[in-house]
């Protein structure tokens, strides 16, 4: 699979099937009903991808579940020059901590 679209509908089948949104310190879903701090949530997998003749084309696609809410959904965001630096943070805050 080399395109986001087919990871997107691959992880759908999969069943994360939410789709993501930032927020100041979270991660919301479902209209903002449910909100996902950094400890209640894990990234299952992520992709990555680079635009072959245009930077603002890379992307990288990450697989989130929350036991907590019994969610799973994916949240897409830029890297290099064009990623959203609070996505950073919230991933880098996963990474800190066991699975």
């Known amino acids: ?5 087919e ?3 691959k992880l759908k089948k999969e069943g994360y099937t939410e789709d993501f ?3 100041a310190n ?4 479902q209209d903002n009903a449910v909100r ?4 209640e949530f894990v990234v299952d997998k992520h992709y990555r991808f680079e635009g072959l003749s245009d930077p603002a084309d890379e992307a990288v696609v990450y697989a989130i579940s929350s036991p907590k809410y019994q969610v799973k959904g994916t949240l897409v965001n830029g890297y290099g020059l064009y990623a ?5 943070d919230l991933v880098k ?4 901590k066991p699975a």
Do not use: G, H, Y
């Open 7 to 9: 990871i997107l509908d």
């Open 36 to 39: 996902v701090f950094p400890n």
């Open 93 to 96: 805050a996963l990474r800190a």
């Open 84 to 88: 959203d630096p609070l996505a950073d």
């Open 1 to 5: 699979m080399t395109t986001l679209s």
């Open 26 to 29: 979270c991660l919301s879903c």
């Open 21 to 23: 949104n930032l927020q």
